[in-house]
């Protein structure tokens, strides 16, 4: 029983991770095609 939030809570964070890491390279894309252009 105790085994199943602790999952559930590492999904959770591994999900808010990838959503973090992603909006950052997505504003470093842009900053980068920015400087190009």
Known sequence: ???Q???ANQTF???LW???SMA???KYK???V???L
């Open 18 to 20: 990838h959503t973090k």
């Open 13 to 15: 964070n591994n999900i």
């Open 30 to 32: 842009k900053s980068k």
């Open 24 to 26: 950052i390279f997505q």
């Open 34 to 36: 920015q400087k190009i």
């Open 1 to 3: 029983m105790l085994a």
């Open 5 to 7: 939030p602790i999952f």
